[in-house]
Protein backbone atom coordinates (compact mmCIF):
# COMPACT_ATOMS: atom_id res chain seq x y z
CA UNK A 1 0.00 0.00 0.00
CA UNK A 2 1.05 3.35 -0.95
CA UNK A 3 1.24 6.39 1.57
CA UNK A 4 -1.36 7.68 -0.56
CA UNK A 5 -3.76 4.84 0.18
CA UNK A 6 -3.29 4.46 3.29
CA UNK A 7 -3.76 8.24 3.94
CA UNK A 8 -7.26 7.52 2.43
CA UNK A 9 -8.25 4.67 4.54
CA UNK A 10 -7.33 7.12 7.49
CA UNK A 11 -9.58 9.87 6.39
CA UNK A 12 -12.43 7.45 5.48
CA UNK A 13 -11.89 5.38 8.89
CA UNK A 14 -12.25 9.07 10.99
CA UNK A 15 -15.39 9.95 8.93
CA UNK A 16 -16.73 6.53 9.97
CA UNK A 17 -16.14 7.32 13.68
CA UNK A 18 -17.48 11.17 13.20
CA UNK A 19 -20.72 9.39 11.93
CA UNK A 20 -20.65 7.04 14.81
CA UNK A 21 -19.78 9.15 17.70
CA UNK A 22 -22.91 11.89 16.09
CA UNK A 23 -25.28 8.49 16.11
CA UNK A 24 -24.30 7.39 19.78
CA UNK A 25 -24.49 10.90 21.28
CA UNK A 26 -27.54 11.66 19.85
CA UNK A 27 -27.61 15.67 20.37
CA UNK A 28 -31.18 17.12 21.14
CA UNK A 29 -33.16 17.93 18.35
CA UNK A 30 -32.33 21.56 16.98
CA UNK A 31 -30.76 23.32 14.99
CA UNK A 32 -27.75 22.25 15.71
CA UNK A 33 -28.69 18.29 15.84
CA UNK A 34 -29.19 19.41 11.92
CA UNK A 35 -26.21 20.89 11.60
CA UNK A 36 -24.27 17.56 13.08
CA UNK A 37 -26.51 14.97 11.23
CA UNK A 38 -25.71 17.06 7.79
CA UNK A 39 -22.02 17.07 8.43
CA UNK A 40 -21.87 13.37 9.37
CA UNK A 41 -23.65 12.78 5.92
CA UNK A 42 -21.09 14.66 4.28
CA UNK A 43 -18.11 13.00 6.25
CA UNK A 44 -19.84 9.59 5.56
CA UNK A 45 -20.25 11.06 1.77
CA UNK A 46 -16.01 11.89 1.60
CA UNK A 47 -15.48 8.58 3.42
CA UNK A 48 -16.89 6.26 0.87
CA UNK A 49 -15.12 8.54 -1.99
CA UNK A 50 -12.06 8.04 0.05
CA UNK A 51 -12.26 4.30 0.12
CA UNK A 52 -13.59 4.05 -3.51
CA UNK A 53 -10.48 5.85 -4.29
CA UNK A 54 -8.11 3.64 -2.40
CA UNK A 55 -9.30 0.62 -3.69
CA UNK A 56 -9.01 1.58 -7.06
CA UNK A 57 -5.53 2.36 -6.33
CA UNK A 58 -5.01 -0.67 -4.74
CA UNK A 59 -6.28 -2.45 -7.99
CA UNK A 60 -4.09 -0.56 -10.06
CA UNK A 61 -1.28 -0.82 -8.31
CA UNK A 62 -1.61 -4.28 -8.10
CA UNK A 63 -2.45 -4.54 -11.67
CA UNK A 64 0.63 -2.77 -12.86
CA UNK A 65 2.69 -5.22 -10.52
CA UNK A 66 0.99 -8.24 -12.46
CA UNK A 67 2.30 -6.27 -15.51
CA UNK A 68 5.77 -5.85 -14.49
CA UNK A 69 6.07 -9.15 -13.41
CA UNK A 70 4.73 -10.78 -16.68
CA UNK A 71 6.95 -8.87 -18.76
CA UNK A 72 9.48 -9.79 -16.48
CA UNK A 73 8.99 -13.29 -16.92
CA UNK A 74 8.61 -13.12 -21.09
CA UNK A 75 11.77 -11.32 -21.01
CA UNK A 76 13.88 -14.25 -19.07
Known sequence: ?????????????????????TVACKPKADASADSAAASAE??????SMAASDAAMAASSAAASDASMAASAAASK
Open 1 to 21: MTSETLRKVLVASVAVAALSF
Open 42 to 47: AAASDA
